[in-house]
């Protein structure tokens, strides 16, 4: 009576504290960990044909990879994500209890306690998918649901059927079964000879699937990857604030994403790059590009073998904004390439709106019915196939704002890219904000001079000069000795003027740090 009592409390207490650490996960998750789940929702394209659920079978783990990414796919949504994967911890922590009780493990709840716990820890790295705590689950689950003890002869014969029908569903999953197994066999001791050539035979048989599954052994058997540890917490709180406000921005949340990195101490180039391109949308770049030093526009540097990964990624983003559908399309096709398997819904999404802006109808329709095909993206992409006047409005405008410019070039210096865009439309007013604050950006005060007169004279003819672009103008005029008859017509606040004089007095202080003056003195050419 007593021991049953002890059990029940014991059971209870268990439920209690695996419930509180799942809630604790699940605050941290919506709370803290937002942008991991629309990223990894990003990197897929899961399509609900049955010639994309067969290639799950070229791989092992084919049903945890296919219930994994079909659930992936429901990330998207902001609170869908953490739901989802504290159910899948919660399938992990009942697995194991099942498993370590038939196993007879005397430290029951600790070892419990032990494999949620790391799996929480692993699931913190943006590479760990949900296909992995499903495999971990499954290999828990089916080492409890084997019928074996007292009846060694019958362990034997299911052991060998089920390490390979494991590994066939769970990938590494089979792994952990193996270990399992080994660990009841050492524990019983019950004709340990014909249950350990029993469990090797298996395992050594699945270094044959090698050339069925055209992979490498290491790689195979630990499929879909099991041990992504995050060695830093602070690197992963990184990652996680470039993901979130990549998100942010995406979903069309431009102010969240002013408060979000205004509010924060510790800058990421990839935080800028949004920060300044929300900005620049708002019609503020001028007011904002000093505002959080040293700043990042991704004007200055190309794309190639060292550029980050995260700014890769966001690259397609500044090129639609400023409205070069060349330029965008060669940045979504590379997003793809950089992301797991080559598949990117959201990158696969721009390739097809390029194609409507540009007018090609044909390549947009191929892109529109993958698209179809998705949750996420289904009812979008159906009305464009229609051609929905409502749908399509938003890139028949967005026409105008195209590259016409008929030339091949062999570069992808920014400057060639936006001046052209002016050139095929003068009225590109974030393109020119993008011009004239790279020149800025680079020191380099006669282009800022020379573009400003070809495009920005005319955009404000009658209105008074953003303080930045007057600030520049003092130092380009002091440059050029201009006469004092000349000031006015480019730094009309005579505030700045007093305040530049100042500068001249005490140049380089501190007192100015907030200044283009300050920048140019004082600051590195970020690329």
Not at 96 to 111: D, I, N
Not at 125 to 145: C, E, I, K, N
Not at 283 to 290: D, I, S, T
Not at 451 to 478: I, K, M
């Amino acid at each position: 009576m007593t021991s049953r009592l002890s059990s029940i409390l014991g059971h209870r207490a268990w439920l209690w504290a695996c419930g509180l650490w799942l809630a604790a996960c699940l605050a941290f998750y919506v709370g803290c960990y937002q942008g991991l789940f629309f990223h990894q929702a990003q990197e897929q394209l899961f399509l609900l044909t049955p010639s994309y659920v067969a290639t799950y079978f070229s791989a092992p783990a084919w049903l945890s990879c296919l219930a994994g990414d079909f659930l992936t796919q429901f990330y998207y949504y902001r609170y869908a994500g953490p739901l989802i994967l504290v159910a899948a911890l919660a399938l992990v922590a009942l697995a194991a209890r099942a498993a370590l009780s038939r196993l007879g493990a005397g430290r029951l709840h600790a070892l419990t306690a032990l494999i949620v716990l790391a799996e929480s820890v692993l699931t913190l790295h943006y590479a760990t998918r949900l296909s992995s705590v499903l495999s971990l689950a499954g290999g828990l689950a089916l080492f409890a649901a084997m019928p074996w003890r007292g009846r060694p002869s019958l362990s034997a014969a299911v052991q060998m059927l089920a390490i390979p029908l494991c590994f066939w569903l769970f990938g590494f999953g089979a792994m952990v079964l193996a270990a399992l197994v080994l660990a009841d066999v050492l524990m019983e001791r019950r004709q340990m000879t014909l249950r350990l050539i029993a469990l090797a035979l298996p395992v050594a048989c699945l270094g044959m699937a090698r050339r069925c599954y055209l992979m490498e052994l290491g790689p195979m058997l630990a499929y879909p990857g099991a041990c992504h540890l995050v060695t830093s917490p602070a690197d992963a709180l990184t990652i996680e604030k470039n993901f979130r406000v990549a998100a942010e921005y995406q979903f069309g949340n431009l102010n969240r994403v002013v408060r979000m990195v205004d509010a924060d101490a510790h800058h990421t180039d990839v935080q800028l790059f949004y920060y300044n391109l929300a900005m620049a949308r708002r019609g503020q770049l001028p007011e904002a590009v000093m505002r959080h030093m040293p700043t990042f526009l991704g004007t200055l540097g190309r794309i190639g073998p060292q550029t980050p990964h995260f700014v890769i990624w966001g690259m397609d983003e500044l090129y639609w904004a400023l409205g070069d559908m060349t330029f965008c399309e060669r940045a979504a096709i590379m997003s793809s390439v950089f992301t797991r398997s080559n598949r990117n819904i959201f990158k696969v999404r721009r390739l097809a709106e390029v194609n409507l802006v540009t007018g090609d109808t044909l390549a947009a329709r191929k892109y529109l019915r993958l698209l179809g095909h998705t949750h996420v993206a289904g009812r979008w992409a159906d009305r464009l196939l229609r051609a929905d006047s409502a749908a399509m409005r938003p890139y028949m405008a967005k026409r105008q704002w195209i590259n016409r410019i008929d030339t091949l070039r062999q570069t992808d210096r920014a400057h060639d890219i936006l001046t052209e865009l002016l050139q095929s439309n003068p009225d590109n007013r974030l393109a020119l904000d993008y011009l004239l604050c790279t020149d800025l950006m680079a020191k380099d005060l006669r282009q800022f001079v020379a573009d400003y007169l070809r495009f920005g004279a005319d955009a404000w003819r009658g209105r008074q000069l953003p303080e930045l672009y007057q600030q520049a103008f003092c130092l380009a005029l002091s440059v050029q000795k201009a006469p004092p008859s000349e000031w006015p017509h480019y730094v009309s606040d005579p505030a700045i003027r007093r305040r530049f004089d100042a500068y001249c007095r005490e140049r380089g202080h501190r007192n100015f740090s907030d200044t283009y003056w300050y920048y140019f003195d004082k600051s590195k050419i970020r690329k």
